[in-house]
């Protein structure tokens, strides 16, 4: 063999073997961040972990049923501890850019739903979120970034830690970089295959491996159209992910069940803006995006725990107010058309008296691509049918 060609298959094969070494470090570490998203330990009462209010079988937003049916929000570590907003789904969402203002004067990115977890720092939103929940007293509420890192270094999966990271990991003078390192490992299982999986009929029949029925045909139709929906939830793309990153404000009331007004009667969630009043280089954005939360994934919207016991509810929108995809839609649809209700009215309440409270925050509602879409009944149940093709795990 000439010399040029020996070269050339001795780089080629170089090549393989850094690309395979390289999948097998990214396995490892999507292995090490599933073992710290699902482990209880990490809270100081040892009863909750990531994926207590972030499971799959759920499609990666909480799964009690008693809670989705009623405040949304879940309990802390620590007893009668309560966030004040329902948990995002954590799947699809390591897509999300670092918070910007885009070309139209749109904030873009970030995650939670106010986009607080900038990106700024660590170059990744998730990771950043990541970090959040272990400190937060009404979460996982451990005291310091060490407590998790000892946690973590002690833990079954300790040794995975030193092999993704390095011995040194673990030193007590690196607490912040093996802080940071735990979350970029969580990030890193967020980013899976098992989280994102592209799984759903829809997805399937893009491939020819199942077939839409029409209603879910018309369904899609109209939520590129006439529905709007495609507007913020973008639908094009071999894989769309079904959400623009961008904030809006729905005009969704406050959901009366919410522990926040136990402890807090005249609480107002202003999302966006009330995060971005925080920022000496944002705070001029403000007023115009208060009440603005971040648009979610549509994708596993409908997904269920198959052995959860009682009625299957899930919670929709930032604060959980609604309880099933048919009055969410029908609220897109009629929200400007119908009379006001009372403020204390759930979702039940108002479907009943065919009325809608009023907005949260008022002031910064979208007005222009919902609140009075003009469709029937029969398309409000087409596009909901459609939605529920968007559950990963499907099986033709």
């Known amino acids: 063999m000439k010399p040029t060609k020996i070269i050339i298959c001795a780089a080629l094969m170089l090549g393989i073997i850094a690309s395979v070494a390289g999948a097998q470090e990214l396995l490892l570490k999507e292995q090490l961040g599933k073992s710290i998203f699902n482990d209880k330990n990490l809270s100081i009462n040892g009863?909750?972990?990531c994926a207590t209010c972030h499971a799959p079988e759920s499609g990666w937003t909480g799964p009690n049923n008693f809670i989705n049916a009623a405040g949304s929000v879940y309990e802390g570590s620590i007893p009668d501890r309560f966030g004040d907003r329902k948990p995002p789904s954590s799947a699809y969402a390591t897509q999300s850019p670092i918070l910007h203002v885009d070309k139209k004067g749109l904030f873009v990115g970030g995650n939670f739903w106010d986009g607080r977890a900038t990106g700024?720092?660590?170059g990744n939103p998730s990771a950043e979120q990541a970090q959040g929940p272990f400190l937060n007293p009404k979460e996982q509420a451990l005291a310091t970034p060490n407590d998790v890192v000892e946690r973590v270094c002690t833990a079954s999966y300790g040794y995975l830690f030193k092999e993704v990271w390095g011995e040194e990991v673990c030193d007590p003078?690196?607490?912040a970089e093996a802080y940071d390192d735990i979350a970029y490992s969580i990030a890193a299982f967020e980013s899976s295959s098992e989280s994102n999986a592209f799984t759903s009929k829809f997805d399937l029949s893009r491939k020819g491996k199942a077939q839409l029925t029409p209603q879910e045909r018309l369904g899609f139709?109209?939520?590129?159209?006439?529905?709007k929906c495609a507007k913020c939830h973008i639908s094009t793309g071999q894989k769309p992910l079904f959400?623009?990153?961008?904030f809006d404000n729905l005009g969704i009331p406050k959901n009366p069940d919410n522990p926040v007004y136990d402890s807090d009667p005249g609480f107002i969630d202003l999302g966006l803006g009330?995060?971005?009043?925080?920022?000496?280089?944002?705070a001029g954005f403000a007023e115009e995006n208060k009440g603005k939360q971040k648009v979610p994934t549509l994708r596993n919207v409908d997904k269920w725990d198959n052995l959860a016991l009682g009625n299957k509810v899930k919670a929709y929108g930032h604060n959980g107010y609604f309880k099933s995809l048919k009055g969410i839609v029908h609220f897109y649809n009629t929200r400007d058309v119908l009379p006001t209700c009372p403020g204390d009215y759930t979702e039940e309440q108002a479907l009943a008296a065919d009325c809608w409270p009023a907005p949260e925050v008022a002031a910064t509602?979208?007005?222009a691509e919902l609140g009075n879409l003009g469709l029937t009944a029969e398309e409000e149940a087409a596009i909901v049918a459609f939605l529920k093709t968007l559950s990963d795990g499907y099986s033709p």
């Open 365 to 367: 509602v979208n007005t």
């Open 221 to 227: 139709a109209l939520f590129q159209g006439e529905g």
């Open 47 to 49: 009863n909750q972990s």
């Open 243 to 246: 959400t623009d990153y961008t």
């Open 120 to 122: 700024e720092r660590l």
């Open 274 to 282: 009330g995060f971005l009043a925080t920022r000496s280089d944002y």
């Open 173 to 175: 003078a690196k607490v």
